[in-house]
């Protein structure tokens, strides 16, 4: 049987970080920048299209300045909710703006090798590992491509990282890995065929695609390009804003939403003018940028802010939020990756981010670490109990049960205890053991995060992929990767 997938729904706690004039006003402010200052789109396709659909278009600097009735018109053809689909339906995600669910981290290009702890460069195997890994973690809604595959060639590496997730898992796929028209056009056949076919990957898309914007006010080319062609296979598609305070954004946190919200909200705007209704999403990880260094942090209050300031702004705009969080600048799982960890995922959870990335990575979203991974997840489980809330009705008053125990009497006996005993929260990881145990065994919450990655890869396999369709998948790669060479040599 598949593995059961977590995720956070109906929740009982909410946070509203921008007030509804506060968030008109960036809106408004995002309408002027795009409209006075433009966005850049290096790419002729897209500066065809928008010509087309009446901005003003500068072919040199390749800069795109669009009125904002034509962004807010292309926008509200967006549909609000819809499913990401799944190998196995019952691990399908819908999001319909009540179920928050978690993802792996991608996609680095380094790893702590699970066996021997050294840290190496990712490779294909990795991929294929860490799928297998979150398979069979109930906490793991769907999969982002978590690693780089750099042992396979760069104009198709994005394939063989989604096929080597297919045969490690029965969920939802995201990659952030595909940036170039004729990639798309073979992950979009590799696509039909798991799904079963054109039609069907349509109802239940099994692969959703994120593209990240080029910022400050830029988008890729060929991310650009990629995202029509999967668009009109009908396959979900985000783009990400990673502006930082004091380098690809304004010190101030505002000014920074804005930059972010304009490249994101052009580009959105221009694959809804093109294919009118398909899903499209939202998708941020803001940070500010290191005081002394000027380097991406991966974490503090800012990162927090924006969790929830951009649920708000993805509301507004009534589209799904892919909202990046984890993702800690600690180099170890520590006091550090555990605080910064908590505080985003809250931050983002409570807000009612739809898809909350991150779970898995070091060093600013560079390293891969299966225990932090399990120890994020661990972090979920604690958001997930408490956006439940408390409920109150006869049952839970346990007046009876009061009655029964009595004054100096003890719960432990009660029926009413063996009955709701196991709705309280246990612990993977958390060390409650007495002291004098702890002294002894010298082991902590690392080493048993580890130890469970070790048993899931060991011990968890999913429903393979059919033989002739793993095998059909490989044929489009290879296809591509012959064109590719055949382009190359002439």
């Known amino acids: 049987m598949p593995k059961a997938i977590k995720s956070i729904t109906n929740p009982k706690l909410s946070i509203n970080i921008l007030s509804d004039e506060e968030v008109l006003q960036i809106h408004q402010a995002t309408l002027h920048t795009i409209e006075s200052v433009g966005v850049r789109f290096p790419s002729q396709k897209a500066l065809s299209l928008w010509r087309e659909f009446g901005a003003q278009v500068d072919p040199g600097t390749q800069i795109v300045k669009v009125n904002s009735d034509i962004i807010e018109s292309a926008l509200k053809n967006a549909p609000p909710a819809y499913v990401l689909g799944a190998r196995t339906r019952e691990q399908a995600c819908p999001l319909d703006g009540n179920h928050v669910f978690l993802a792996t981290d991608g996609c680095g290009v380094e790893v702590i090798d699970i066996n021997t702890g050294k840290r190496r460069p990712s490779c294909l195997q990795d991929v294929a590992d860490i799928a297998r890994v979150a398979d069979g973690t109930e ?14 060639p760069a104009e198709t590496r994005g394939l063989h990282e989604i096929r080597a997730v297919w045969q490690n898992s029965t969920k939802h796929i995201q990659t952030e890995s595909i940036y170039s028209e004729a990639e798309a056009h073979v992950a979009v056949e590799m696509a039909s065929a798991v799904a079963g076919s054109a039609q ?169 670490s299966y225990a932090q991974m399990m120890l994020d997840c661990e972090i979920f489980s604690i958001i997930h109990k408490m956006m439940a809330g408390i409920e109150v009705n006869d049952e839970t008053l346990a007046l009876d049960t009061i009655a029964s125990a009595g004054p100096g009497g003890n719960f432990l006996t009660q029926a009413h205890t063996l009955k709701h005993m196991r709705e309280l929260f246990l612990p993977k990881f958390m060390d409650r053991r007495p002291y004098n145990t702890w002294e002894e065994k010298g082991d902590d919450a690392r080493t048993w995060a580890l130890d469970r990655a070790r048993q899931t890869l060991e011990n968890h396999f999913p429903e393979p992929l059919d033989p002739k369709l793993d095998a059909a998948l490989e044929e489009m790669i290879l296809g591509l990767e012959g064109n590719t060479e055949h382009t190359q040599r002439a």
């Open 200 to 368: 069907a990957l349509r109802e239940q898309p099994v692969l959703s695609i994120m593209q990240c914007t080029a910022s400050p006010l830029g988008q890729d080319g060929g991310s650009i390009e990629a995202a029509l062609i999967a668009a009109e296979a009908g396959i979900p598609i985000g783009f990400m804003t990673m502006t930082a305070n004091l380098t690809t954004g304004p010190a101030t946190l505002a000014g920074n939403l804005v930059v972010g919200n304009a490249e994101v909200l052009t580009a959105l705007a221009l694959i809804q003018l093109a294919y009118p209704g398909v899903p499209i999403f939202y998708a941020a990880a803001q940070t500010a940028s290191d005081l002394r260094t000027g380097a991406y942090t991966g974490g503090g209050p800012e990162d927090f802010l924006y969790g929830a300031a951009t649920n708000r702004l993805a509301n507004f705009y009534n589209v799904p939020l892919s909202m990046g969080a984890f993702a800690t600048g600690a180099k170890e799982p520590n006091w550090q990756a555990g605080l910064e960890n908590s505080l985003s995922a809250f931050m983002a959870c409570v807000s009612m981010s739809d898809m909350l990335l991150g779970a898995g990575f070091l060093h600013g979203s560079r390293i891969w």
């Open 139 to 152: 906490e793991i809604g769907f999969h982002w491509v978590a690693l780089s595959a750099q042992d396979k």
